[in-house]
């Protein structure tokens, strides 16, 4: 797959996990905030990836250009560690009781 095709996949299913966030988020407003924000910045990672000779983009009413990839990846990926850890869905979390531990 290249360019559009590849494009048009990613799109998928960069909605597909998004629907699937905001369907578990139900109620909470600032994580489906969230979930939407994540899902601007993949879709034009997405296309960044793809290697479309695209040369700027639009996110909510914001143009950024290719100099701004670098950071959008890292907003992307952070906003993605985000949302899964407050799903549940995150990385494994250690909990031990310490009281006493330091008497």
């Known amino acids: 797959m290249t360019g559009k095709t590849e494009i048009q996949a990613a799109s998928e299913e960069i909605r597909a996990q998004r629907d699937d966030w905001l369907a578990a988020a139900s109620g909470n407003v600032l994580l489906r905030l969230r979930i939407r924000r994540w899902a601007a910045l993949a879709e034009v ?44 869905t995150g990385g494994g979390v250690l909990v031990a009781d310490l009281r006493g531990a330091f008497a």
């Open 45 to 88: 990672c997405a296309v960044s990836a793809s290697g479309a000779d695209v040369t700027s983009y639009s996110i909510g009413g914001r143009s950024v250009t290719k100099a701004d990839l670098p950071a959008l990846w890292k907003e992307c990926e952070a906003l993605a560690d985000d949302i899964m850890g407050e799903l549940g």
